[in-house]
């Protein structure tokens, strides 16, 4: 489709479905959504387990590889992004974490009006309809339906939980509520009766019914249109062709943290040295294009158990065949959720003033890696769980640069994990928390062994040296285009605005002034959402 429009919003991620919902609701503007990837009617995408096949399936996602990194002892680590109608939310893991309350007090510190806890809580409580009810804290009858799990838990989650508490985590019952710290009794997930409940199927299928919205998929934008410093639309390739649609108003960038960079210096907004160097005329000179990334940083413990767990029910053919059909039949069991069970935020240390670290438990364990399948759904040959840990707020910085003015060549990723001593104290202090966890009944007496790293590693250098070997990822880039009150120091306004140039907007995990406490789906949603309300408004004005 070529056309003119009123609005582009480039990626039908989590951000972008929630500003293409709130842009067309008043039925006032023509929106043009496009998406790099196709359909996500696909069943593992549907059924919340599936996630295990769409993390190597290159159908559906970008299957980025970071740069070999000192951080992990010169290791590559694997950067899945969706590519697909519902983005990253629709292979992601369905965790549902809004972040704490004091993130966002950092975002509002650094200058950027309008995205304090008081300013995003209500977009949050808007746009949920959460299965446990509204309160202060919580919203109901929002598009985003957020399931409570408290159906189909292995049971070993409750002595995991029970343990942590002895371990000296308070026990919280909604760390989406008054405080983010504290054990909780399951992880919320974005699923609504056994389905996963992507953005796209959360915003978009209501959001389609509207003549004012056209989804364009399978088109990959290439570059951003100006004249002069003003974006007026967007050019992009779909089957072999390269195509332009025009903005009236205004061009959204929702790519999310790895392509919106990747876009904006393609299109010539970036460092102005290495934009010429590629051969790219500079719309607006920004060496924060790319820079500020933060990701968080996550390392798991495998025990062998003395009873049965998720491994013995989903390894054997017969006990697939059981899942299947609980998931078939009545769309329950353990398919009907995550992987990640139980968990919660804690602190590492007493002088932390709020959690800076977060728990995970799986009933389930992978030990033995499987080729091309993040192996969830062929876990280990015995009776395993997982404890597993991710940073809040790690302060190692990395950047996305692109290295050619080829638009379908993937950019380089260099994500600097563990470069500051800050982050390695504060994995090691957590990792040993994590074998305290261990260490409490009732869980200590479920378990028969440590597996990895196994007893044997117990100095601080043996601990530092196993978890830079293992860490990886856990999926949540962010901050690369930054919110900041200048170009100094950011890409962004407070509105989401690119600052130097007119009628361009970056609205995605990349916008995020700083990275948030959990897992990134809810805030990247919510961000979109709010993003959406303030093209609106300024729209009006
Ligand atoms: C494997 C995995 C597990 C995760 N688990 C969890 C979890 O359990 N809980 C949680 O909260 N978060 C999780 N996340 C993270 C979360 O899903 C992301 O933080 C969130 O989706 C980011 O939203 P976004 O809108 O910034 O980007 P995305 O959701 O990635 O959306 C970007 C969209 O833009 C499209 N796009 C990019 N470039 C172009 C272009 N040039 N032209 C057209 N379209 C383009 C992409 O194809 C994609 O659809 C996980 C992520 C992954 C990958």
């Known amino acids: 489709m070529q056309g003119d429009f009123d609005f582009i919003i480039v990626g039908a991620g989590a951000s972008g479905c929630a500003a293409a919902y709130k842009l067309t609701e008043n039925g006032r503007y023509k929106v043009l959504l496009l998406e790099a990837g196709g359909s996500d009617k696909r069943f593992y995408i549907q059924m919340p387990m599936g996630y295990g096949k769409t993390f190597y399936d290159k159908n559906l996602n970008w299957m980025y590889d970071a740069e070999p990194d000192a951080g992990i002892n010169g290791q590559v680590d694997f950067w899945p992004r969706g590519k697909v109608i519902g983005g990253s939310s629709a292979i992601n893991a369905m965790v549902y974490v809004r972040g704490d309350a004091s993130d966002y007090e950092d975002w509002k510190a650094a200058g950027n009006k309008g995205w304090g806890w008081d300013d995003v ?9 959460y ?28 002595p995991f939980r029970e343990a942590a ?3 000296g985590m308070p026990a919280n019952p909604d760390y989406n509520g008054a405080s983010q710290e504290g054990v909780a009794p399951s992880y919320q997930l974005t699923t609504k009766g056994g389905i996963r409940n992507s953005a796209a199927r959360a915003f978009l299928k209501p959001a389609r019914k509207r003549a004012n919205l056209a989804i364009v998929s399978k088109a990959q934008a290439t570059r951003i249109l100006f004249e002069g410093k003003r974006a007026v639309g967007v050019e992009y390739v779909q089957g072999g062709q390269t195509k332009t649609a025009r903005a009236s108003r205004e061009v959204i960038v929702s790519g999310g943290a790895v392509n919106t ?18 051969g790219i005329d500079v719309v607006m000179a920004n060496p924060n294009v790319g820079r500020n990334l933060k990701d968080h940083q996550g390392i798991n413990y495998t025990y062998k158990l003395k009873v049965p767990t998720l491994n013995d029910t989903l ?4 006990g697939k065949l059981l899942v299947g059909m609980q998931y078939i039949l009545y769309r329950g069991g353990p398919l009907a959720i995550s992987i990640n069970q139980g968990g919660g935020f804690f602190r590492t240390n007493e002088r932390e003033t709020r959690p800076n670290m977060q728990l995970y438990y799986q009933a389930f364990s992978t ?9 969830i759904l062929s876990p280990d040959p015995f009776s395993g769980m997982s404890l597993g840990l991710s940073n809040c707020r790690p302060t190692s910085t990395g950047e996305i640069m692109i290295t050619t003015n080829n638009p379908l060549a993937k950019p380089k990723i260099t994500a600097n994990i563990y470069s500051t001593n800050h982050d390695v104290q504060e994995m090691l202090e957590a990792v040993k928390f994590l074998r305290k966890i261990a260490a409490q009944e009732p869980l200590k007496s479920l378990i028969a062994e440590e597996l990895r790293p196994g007893p044997e590693v117990q100095t601080d250098d043996e601990i530092i040296h196993d978890f830079r070997q293992r860490s990886g990822t856990t999926f949540h880039p962010c901050c690369t285009a930054r919110m900041a009150p200048d170009a100094k120091s950011g890409v962004v306004d407070a509105r989401l605005r690119v600052h130097g140039v007119e ?11 700083g990275i948030v406490s959990g897992n990134l789906n809810g805030p990247a949603m919510m961000l979109g959402w709010r993003g959406g309300e303030m093209v609106v408004e300024d729209a009006k004005a």
């Open 121 to 129: 809580l209500p977009a949050y409580k808007a746009m949920e309809d």
């Open 131 to 158: 299965e446990g009810g509204g309160d202060a804290y919580r919203g109901s009858g929002g598009p985003l339906h957020i399931c409570a799990n408290d159906k189909y838990l292995h049971w070993t989650t409750k």
């Open 165 to 167: 508490i002895a371990a």
């Open 261 to 278: 960079p990747q876009l904006l210096q393609l299109s010539g907004i970036g460092d102005a040295t290495q934009l010429k160097r590629l």
């Open 315 to 318: 390894r054997p053919w017969w």
């Open 367 to 375: 030990l033995i890696p499987k080729t091309n399948e993040r192996p």
């Open 503 to 513: 009628g361009l907007r970056v609205i995605d995990a990349s916008a995020f002034p």
